[in-house]
């Protein structure tokens, strides 16, 4: 069973664009969500945390729907430079084994067209 | 500057030949923890640490051994690596293993 799923895409999106993705999540215990963003090759960097009442910054909206257990990711008015990888991140809490802490999902490649 | 620093960034070796990979962080932080990243199995833990002298295994600890004597330093140790341990490697820190984590610049490890 994968605790965090996302689509591995690749999503081809001509510059400009608005898209989004989602995450899902298996542990309804989970306690805090995040967005990185990873470039080819190179370290995840945060790129936003998601709360409970949904987030924005700037160009990107993150949400969090508890009862559906799954996390989205809103890029509006995409740019070149939005082209990366985007893990979605999930903490877990410790059930007796196993990894602790943060658990990555695969990530969603997207990949945006001049 | 907030860093996580990890060395080397790259490294190539034979296989049985013992290697430690370093990482630091100047944030102190409690919690870090090793990742190794494949394609198309993304971000898999290591070994974890929760403080000083705390450490325990992740989902893919063999062949891997971790040590935590001081708080800014999480060294990785392959104590005879094997080709099936090639892989891009990162260190990451956190207050928490619930917080967000700040991740070194990587480790490209090739084992031949």
């Known amino acids: 069973r994968k605790e965090v799923e996302q689509d591995p895409g690749p999503f081809n999106v001509p510059e400009g664009a608005t898209v989004a993705f989602n995450c899902t999540y298996s542990n309804s215990a989970s306690q805090s969500f995040f967005w990185y963003r990873q470039d080819c090759r190179k370290e995840p960097k945060l790129l936003m945390s998601?709360?409970?009442s949904g987030n924005e910054d700037g160009r990107f909206t993150a949400q969090l729907n508890r009862a559906s257990q799954y996390i989205s990711l809103l890029i509006r008015d995409s740019k070149l430079s939005d082209s990366a990888t985007y893990l979605c991140?999930?903490?877990?809490?410790?059930?007796?084994?196993?990894?602790?802490?943060?658990?990555f999902g695969k990530g969603t490649h997207l990949i945006i067209q001049p | 500057e907030a860093q996580v620093t990890q060395n080397p960034r790259y490294l190539i070796t034979v296989t049985g030949k013992k290697l430690t990979v370093t990482c630091s962080q100047n944030?102190?932080?409690?919690?870090m923890s090793w990742y190794r990243q494949d394609p198309g199995l993304g971000l898999r833990q290591i070994y974890y640490?929760?403080?000083?002298?705390?450490?325990d295994k992740g989902d893919v600890p063999e062949g891997y051994k971790v040590s935590r004597k001081e708080k800014r330093n999480f060294p990785l140790i392959l104590e005879s690596p094997s080709p099936n341990q090639t892989s891009l490697y990162f260190c990451a820190s956190s207050g928490t293993q619930y917080t967000e984590a700040f991740f070194g610049q990587g480790t490209r490890l090739t084992v031949v």
């Open positions: 944030m102190n932080h409690e919690y």
């Open positions: 640490s929760m403080n000083v002298e705390v450490t």
């Open positions: 998601v709360y409970s």
């Open positions: 991140v999930v903490a877990l809490p410790h059930s007796g084994g196993g990894a602790d802490g943060l658990t």
